[in-house]
């Protein structure tokens, strides 16, 4: 599988990075990495108590940092946390990964986020204000997961990706 490029999954939260990726990872025969287990794994906790606990600025180099090293191996595919396509070197090292931006509309996103306590002060139309120029800077394909499911999204970077979908459920 080594001609197999790593795969980036990216998005606002609620876009379905992590059960999107899964697919993906799944179909592609590759190992799966997120942010929130890397910080879980790496920093003991997910993003809002670190958040709490050491700021903003710390959780965000600890996100872009699983993707640079997630990016630095073997191919996989990663779900990046939207807050690291804000660093220059994490979207310089995307140039060599198929980069997925999964996106949906913004009252999509925040009903998705509503019952969440990942974040409570969640507001997709600010993070979307802040983000989606890099979004669109380096992302190969853009799938609306306000209309299609998990498994379209993974058909649909199989496709792109000029792999066969049959036999996918």
Do not use: N
Not at 39 to 64: C, F, M, N, Q, V
Not at 123 to 131: E, H, L, Y
């Amino acid at each position: 599988m080594s001609r197999i490029k790593p795969v980036v999954m990216i998005g606002l939260m609620g876009s379905g990075k992590t059960t999107s990726g899964r697919l993906v990872a799944e179909a592609l025969g590759l190992p799966f990495t997120d942010s929130d287990q890397y910080l879980r794994d790496r920093h003991g906790a997910t993003s809002a108590p670190i958040a709490a606990r050491e700021g903003k600025e710390a959780l965000h180099r600890y996100e872009a940092e699983h993707v640079l090293e997630s990016l630095a191996g073997p191919p996989q595919v990663v779900a990046a946390a939207a807050s690291t396509l804000e660093h220059p070197q994490v979207r310089a090292a995307l140039r060599a990964a198929f980069v997925v931006w999964v996106d949906a509309p913004d009252e999509v996103l925040a009903e998705r986020m509503r019952t969440s306590d990942h974040r409570p002060d969640y507001d997709p139309a600010t993070m979307r204000a802040r983000r989606e120029r890099f979004f669109r800077e380096v992302a190969d394909l853009v799938c609306d997961v306000g209309t299609l499911s998990p498994e379209q999204v993974r058909d649909e970077v199989l496709r792109r990706m000029g792999l066969p979908e049959t036999g996918r459920d």
